[in-house]
């Protein structure tokens, strides 16, 4: 930050100035005024994954987990914002309007836990997804160990990667805004940041494989049984919905982080009432816990709407219709054995 503060002393000019900023004002109503939607859609997206039948249920668990990383960030963002305004208004002095040590990391601690938790989950769905298309005969009867080791790997790499942010965290510093990360070595914030557009990317690179290579095994699984043919269906629905979930993650990822590094980076030559704003700015997870619902909800409509037409015009079509096609097939085979007699004969 600008100046030249002592750490261990509370400097109660500095408080003043980060309760009287305007701009970090409008960024806590307008965040707040986020997270209070974002949890009901979330609590419905929730609600909606539970029901959803069509959906093994380790991409059930993982999705899942992604809603209640969102949930666990923005329920403590909810009310760090609205602590933060309140003391701000009505605080007696800066001593009222400082934030408290422990305050800070209980609310902090799972604001940076949500966001580094569903920043994660792209790549280990695709990793679900690659242990469903290996198994693919048999991955819809079982396998639940399988999600339940993949959700719990996801929570530890999280939990590592929470380790670079917190590390320096200080309990007897004053603070002036709740914020647990580093400024005084803001590469150990830029590095778990880069690590996550990187698996990101990753993600999306393996959904688009992982599309092409169902392809060529339904291509290839003429003979299969119907239950077979069913998963190889079922895995490429999925993956479909994947694609457009990975694509929505990976925008939200990259421009939150992309926009967050210069912001750490050069986090000493802004003032703090700045620097705070900033960074509740570029972290905008409330508003793509609003977004990604919605998205979600519009992509699984146009696939419902898809399939509900293909059944009315398949209801619509004369029962005629098929005896005539099951005819041309019965000819075509007798055309083709015939040809078989005829080529016998002349040999």
């Avoid at 609310?107 to 920043?119: I, K, N, T, V």
């Avoid at 989950?121 to 999600?147: D, V």
């Amino acid at each position: 930050m600008t100046g030249f503060l002592d750490p261990i002393v509370f400097n109660c000019s500095v408080m003043l100035q980060v309760a009287n900023s305007h701009f970090l004002q409008s960024v806590l109503y307008f965040n707040l005024f986020c997270c209070g939607i974002a949890v009901f859609c979330l609590i419905h997206t929730w609600l909606s994954i539970c029901r959803y039948k069509l959906m093994h249920f380790n991409l059930k668990l993982l999705m899942k987990i992604h809603c209640a990383a969102l949930l666990i960030h923005c329920v403590p963002r909810l009310f760090m914002h609205l602590f933060d305004l309140y003391f701000y208004f009505f605080g007696n002095d800066c001593y009222d309007m400082q934030p408290g040590s422990m305050r800070c990391f209980a609310l902090r601690f799972p604001y940076m836990f949500g966001l580094l938790l569903s920043s994660t989950t792209t790549i280990f769905l695709m990793i679900e997804r690659g242990f469903a298309t290996c198994y693919s005969q048999t991955y819809e009867h079982g396998y639940k160990s399988i999600g339940i080791t993949i959700g719990f790997c996801q929570i530890v790499c999280s939990l590592v990667l929470m380790a670079s942010v917190f590390h320096e965290y200080e309990f007897d510093a004053p603070h002036y805004y709740c914020s647990s990360i580093s400024v005084t070595f803001p590469l150990w914030v830029i590095i778990p940041e880069v690590s996550i557009i990187v698996l990101q990317i990753m993600a999306r690179i393996i959904n688009r494989c992982l599309l092409r290579l169902n392809k060529r095994i339904r291509a290839r699984s003429v003979t299969a049984t119907l239950s077979n043919r069913y998963q190889l269906e079922a895995n490429m629905r999925n993956i479909r919905l994947l694609q457009s979930f990975t694509l929505c993650d990976l925008i939200f990822v990259f421009t939150c982080f992309t926009l967050s590094a210069p912001v750490h980076y050069y986090s000493s030559e802004m003032e703090r009432p700045t620097y705070h704003a900033l960074v509740e700015v570029v972290n905008f997870v409330p508003l793509y816990s609003v977004v990604m619902p919605l998205y979600l909800w519009v992509f699984q409509k146009k696939h419902r709407d898809t399939v509900t037409n293909t059944l009315h015009a398949s209801l619509a079509t004369s029962s005629d219709h098929y005896f005539n096609v099951l005819n041309q097939q019965l000819s075509v085979r007798k055309d083709g054995e015939k040809q078989k007699r005829q080529l016998r004969k002349k040999r």
